[in-house]
């Protein structure tokens, strides 16, 4: 039993003469007074993540649309921004009890833009979907391409005809629609 006392003493002792302060918050050092080596490397524009551009879909958390970061791989236009929207949840979004309206690409038939409006095709197979569904579906198309620059509103079309497609509200429209239409989503 001594020698268990001698041996807490003596772990003591050295852990008292290492000159390790007992403090009880952390203290920051300034950067002027690291050494060298330990300084972090100087700040920066982000980087791209390798193989793609930094992106934002939205999906679906019950009936609310959620930002959810993403890497589109180039060239990160409109139809890879769609394609991003309809491919696999990672694990971590999966659980964070996130998911998709959309769970086939097939049903889109791609998207272009002529000044702030992209449009995107809509397969026939779309209007199978549940009409609560489809809203979401839509929801979901028109936050994530808004959220570019270059796109304020979306008209859904079929076979180069404007899609007459529910919003929000329940209204039917066949114009192009916004955010706004789509806003008690968020």
Known sequence: MADAALAALAV??????????????????????????????????????????????????DDELVEAPRVVTEPADLNGLLDELTSPLTPAETAQGLRRALTDSSLLDGATRTANLATVGVDETFEELAPHEQVLALGQIVFTLTERDEVDRVQFSREGEPLTIPTATGSLVDRPVSRYDYRSLR
């Open 12 to 61: 003591l002792s050295g852990l008292a003469a290492c000159g390790v302060p007992l403090e009880d918050r952390a203290q920051v050092i300034p950067g002027e007074d690291l050494p060298y080596d330990l300084e972090g490397p100087p700040a920066t524009e982000p980087q791209q993540p390798a193989g793609g551009v930094p992106a934002v879909v939205f999906l679906l958390r």
